[in-house]
């Protein structure tokens, strides 16, 4: 099979998949329990009242009818409205999306370079102390429950020692400053995001690390290692210009595939650093029974992943003909 | 050369180090920095539900009357006296106070009648049943406006006159366009309002979503200055400021910290100990217009039986919920009215099993169950009247009582309502009783108890009940019990029906007065619903910054305190 038979191939099965992960979403949340109409009434509206509500958010329709609309409105691009902000969910999403990728594309983009750096000198230290600390530093550290090593960061450095700010993503004041230029904003948006990238980097280096690490012990026993020590090259070129590029190829993989998935943020992370993403949003739109934003974040989420799938099986394709049959 | 490339970097490290930790939390002596747990979802004040968006939307948008904070009476806010009443027409005048739009355009009587034609045509869905007995409004000249009634209606003064009334100006347009649409209500409460126009203390500045929300003083305000039911208002201060925190632990390290002047949500005992001892961080507690109960389902065996009601009200021990569940931060109730809306509450009423020992209680529920042919394998009080562990309760007619559940919400929402739940289980049990506390999603929770009525018992709570108490209408008037109905119990009297029909109706105050009252001692003789608690509202702010707050039922953030505190003396006013 040709490569782009092979790309048409996967892009008809993904369009099934997705029309699928679409269906059971709406499924999934007419039958989980709940009714969203519930949490906006209160003891003075009459039934009546909470019967225009249902109408107005069109879930007075027949299930069937509701299905139909759902699936027509995507097929136009249109995700709906949420029901608590009364706003295209698209806008909400696209407000929310770029500031979780900022924390969660850098604390995967930190973790990786520290796990990497770690990783090949546990490697290159098998057997020794620095090896053992190493790694059982990254296993205790990847362990860590991350909502209560959020909980005393924000104690210790925010509250305790006073260097950061207590959660959120910007200052109110700098923002509210006319004063304020762009480079004091930046940087206000940073040091807000120190703390929760800190936490994020300390729970996530340690499987980098691990993978480093086992990925350069293989590396080391390569023939081409053997011969760059016969060449007389010093321990740190061997180290760091022979065995750790080689050696990092299976994290490129991971830190490519935790991008993909870093675009539904971490529900825990940004709730306790306030950070305003995806994550938070999920949480609010399950818990309040809000139809569009949940379907729409979670379709966003499927959108991401199953494209970042097909690329990888198109490149994989390229480099090997042999995928293709 | 590389140590003139490093001692470079260093230098560019510092300074960067230097910029980054000199991005300090900026207070502004002149601005109000409050605390929220949840971000307020829109500006558009007919979609608005939760009470995060009201907490901003009422400083924006102003109704007719308030409350007073002390009295509770109604107070002319923008209306300049109270409402005139004619009989003979149905009809109220209202005379307008001269005020003005943040926009600078005059606020008129237009608007007033501009506002219930709106929800009126529309039937927006929150204020819809305060407005659909109206029948027309006039406005005689600008600061004069007539409702006329279709039927007399006792609502009309603390409910339908507490609707924030919204610029004709800015308003007209939206709905004429959402007229034309397919969904005209979905358009109307949908529309995104970037800047909203209204006639109260504050006006939006900025909002950044997910952060913060700025609001300024309006200079436009008509209360500036003014006093209003005695009291001076203000704002004294420039910028409101609201933050969002994603939990309550982290809210208060900010209080703590300075990094807030005010945390605006109730503070749970578990904190109380910590921000007592502190010199910088002043607490209120209030009461709350709440009521936290056991509900039954009359509807089926073996809640439809008054005297197992009863008698299960005799086995709660409601000192030992306050006292120690709620570890004192709140009050018994024994009406489904609170004790502090005083009008309308009724004192004279039984006060099941109320500083009875446990001994006592378990012997007056026995010697009830037992009068109404109740029977036990073992009984909960021995021949001797020495108190026993009960075993196989049952029914009058021989049959086993079954298994049957307490539906709670989860601990993690309410641990309160969870714990109690679990110890009603277990004096329950000592009775003899297959009682099971279920925790439940508090969704799942409503749906099987107001949706489809498939329940035996249930603890619930309404956190903000209003003032006026046609709530108790809703709750048991027998028209109510259908799925999603607020008759949860479904309670069937048709002499309370009849007074909860002519208390709507009755507008001389103190005739419905007595009928309320009548309402309630119904419902303490038969118990759908028995309450239990109500748990106090306790808040706490800065003492070094703002002064003045202003107390009242519901606890300290409301429109009066807002418009009256002031910084204190050594940030300047």
Partial sequence: MGLRPFVIRRCIEIAVIFFVIMTVLFVLFRLAPGDPVERMVDPSMTPEDAQLLMESMGLDRPVWTQYLYYLKNMATGNMGISFHYGEPVIHILMDRLPNTILLFTSAIILSALLGVFLGKI????????????????????????????????IWFFAYHVGWFPITGMVTPAVWIDPDAGMISKALDVLHHMALPLMTLVLTHFGSYLLIMRSSMLDTLKEDYIITARAKGLTEKTIRDRHAAPNAALPVVTSVGLSLAFSINGGALTETVFTWPGIGRELVFSVSHSDYPLAQAAFLLIAIVVLTANLLVDVLYAYLDPRIRY | MIWERRRRCLILLFLLTTAFFACHEGTRSNSLRIGLVEEPRTLNVWLASDANTRK????????????????????????????????DARSYTIFLRSARWSDGTPFTSRDVAFTGRLIKSFKVPRYASKWRFIERIETPDARTVTFYLKKPMATFLSGTLATPI???????????KAKTTEKPLATLINHRIHHPVGTGPFTLEQWCRGAFLHLKKNPLFFGTGQAINGHTLGPFFDDLVYTVFGTSDVAILALKKGSIDMFWWPIQPGYMADLNRREDIRLFTNEKSAL???????????????????????????????SRILQGQG????????????????????????????????????????????????????????????????????????????????????????????????????????????????????????????????????????????????????????????????????????????????????????????????????????????????EAVRRDRFEGWVEMLEGIGNIWSLCMVKPVNNHGA
Avoid at chain 2, 400 to 410: H, Q
Avoid at chain 2, 461 to 475: A, E, I, T
Wanted: glycine content about 6%; charged content about 20%; proline content about 8%.
């Fill in chain 2, 331 to 538: 009050t018994k109730m024994f009406s489904v009215v609170p004790a502090e809306n005083r009008f309308w509450c009724c004192t004279d009423l039984p006060r099941y099993g109320d500083g009875l020992s446990r001994e006592r209680r378990i012997k007056t529920a026995f010697q009830l169950l037992s009068d109404a042919g109740y029977t036990w394998a073992v009984p909960p009080v021995d021949a001797a009247g020495n108190i026993q562990p009960a075993k196989a309760i049952r029914l009058p007619g021989g049959r086993p009582m079954g298994r049957f559940t307490i539906l709670t919400p989860p601990a993690d929402y309410d641990p309160h309502r969870a714990t109690s739940g679990l110890m009603i289980q277990e004096w329950l049990r000592k009775m003899g009783m297959p009682a099971y506390s279920r925790p439940m999603a508090f969704s799942s929770l409503l749906q099987q108890v107001k949706g489809k009525h498939d329940f035996d018992a249930f603890i619930l709570g309404y956190g903000r009940l209003r003032l006026d108490p046609d709530y108790v209408r809703n709750l048991f008037h027998s028209a109510n019990d259908k799925p999603r109905g607020w008759n949860m119990s479904g309670y069937h009297n048709s002499t309370f029906d009849g007074l909860a029909d002519r208390s709507t109706s009755e507008m001389d105050p103190i005739k419905r007065q007595v009928l309320v009252m009548d309402m309630q001692k119904l419902i303490a003789r038969d118990l759908p619903y028995f309450p239990l608690y109500k748990p106090s509202v306790v």
């Fill in chain 2, 56 to 87: 901003v939307l009422s400083l924006i948008y102003q109704p007719l009357y308030v409350v007073d904070p002390e009295t509770l009476d109604l107070v002319p806010w923008l209306a300049e006296s109270m409402p005139m009443y004619d009989p």
């Fill in chain 1, 122 to 153: 546990a490697a290159w230290r098998r057997g020794e102390r620095t090896d053992m600390l190493m790694t059982v530093g990254a296993l205790f550290c990847h362990t860590l429950f991350l909502p209560w090593l959020a909980l005393i960061m």
């Fill in chain 2, 166 to 176: 919204v610029q004709a100006k800015e308003w007209s347009a939206i709905a004429e």
């Fill in chain 2, 292 to 322: 936290y109960f056991m509900g039954f389902n009359l509807r089926r065996l073996p809640f439809n039986d008054v005297a197992l009601r009863r008698a299960v009200a005799y086995t709660i021990d409601k000192d030992f919920i306050v």
